[in-house]
């Protein structure tokens, strides 16, 4: 009898100390999360913000690729590390995949990586998080921030936003993350465009035409195998076929998709693309991007927001 229960205390305990290192193990792979700061020589600094390996990359590749052609320092951050984004694979392959993915696709930009080792799909706006993305903004020193809206089909998506938004402001807290040193002047904080309604539309305050990189911006995306061709979670085995006639006519297909989603962007925001550019020029672009101004950080005026997109 003593000896049954001796080894139900001891396989209790074992199960809870257990459950405390799995939970504390997301937490442990953010402290070691550190950026490389950019050099301080006068140029801008922008990090653009997505949950998964693909989401910063869809929102800012075009504007991005323009941003490191004339020198200024882009970093791309996933807030997950994509492990569960694939229809057939998952896990650590998954994410040392996606992970590749990305790399290859920022070089490509002119960009930096970083990929954090949380879970995709377990994101949480915690403290432990809000830290680790205010010491990332902190790190790069950064002018510009860049994320999707809050109100978003998908929980990393909102969650992350939550994050970077909840970072607006502590990073001037001198007293926040103490570790890295705060920021001297607020960024500008940027939501990229969106679809969604409710409970407010997105509103288009500068939209850039990103025409001139346009094609090296859709070969660098298409290097996304897993989530382009494969169609990501939603994707199935017919999708991206062995032979390569049906591989490149998927190529073509989401070649097409892609340009397309940038084409809509010129066409829904014409307006804010005329007061960016003037009329001629503006009403001439054929592919663009376009982003709202967070009204939690710093508030550009129209010549301060020329200054950030110096195109």
Not at 265 to 284: E, I, M, T
Request: hydrophobic share 40%.
């Amino acid at each position: 009898m003593k000896s049954a229960i001796s080894l139900v205390f001891v396989g209790a305990v074992g199960f809870l100390l257990g459950s405390l290192v799995q939970e504390r193990r997301p937490h442990v792979a953010l402290a070691q999360a550190r950026s490389t700061p950019p050099p301080a020589d006068g140029k801008l600094n922008i990090i653009i913000f997505g949950a998964h390996p693909d989401d910063a990359e869809y929102r800012g590749a075009g504007v991005a690729m323009k941003w490191a052609k004339l020198g200024h320092h882009v970093k791309f951050v996933s807030a997950t590390n994509g492990d569960i984004g694939h229809w057939e694979m998952a896990g650590g392959p998954l994410a040392l995949r996606r992970r590749k993915e990305v790399t290859a696709v920022d070089k490509q930009l002119g960009g930096s990586t970083d990929v954090l080792d949380i879970h995709d799909g377990e994101i949480l706006p915690t403290l432990e998080n809000r830290r680790m993305i205010t010491r990332l903004i902190r790190e790069w020193n950064a002018d510009i921030v860049i994320t999707n809206r809050p109100n978003d089909y998908h929980p990393d998506h909102r969650y992350t936003s939550i994050l970077v938004q909840d970072s607006a402001y502590m990073v001037g807290v001198p007293f926040f993350t103490p570790d890295v040193p705060p920021l001297k002047r607020n960024p500008i904080f940027l939501y990229a465009s969106d679809r969604f309604q409710r409970p407010n539309p997105f509103r288009a305050d500068v939209a850039v035409g990103i025409d001139e990189v346009m094609e090296p911006t859709l070969d660098a995306l298409l290097l996304m195998e897993s989530q382009i061709h494969e169609g990501g979670a939603d994707g199935h085995a017919g999708l991206y076929p062995a032979d390569e006639p049906g591989r490149q006519r998927r190529r073509d297909e989401v070649r097409k998709n892609l340009a397309g989603r940038y084409a809509a962007q010129a066409n829904n925001y014409r307006d804010a693309l005329v007061k960016f550019y003037g009329s001629d020029k503006g009403k001439a672009v054929h592919y663009a991007q376009a982003f709202e101004v967070c009204e939690y950080g710093r508030q550009p005026s129209q010549e301060e927001m020329k200054r950030l997109f110096p195109f």
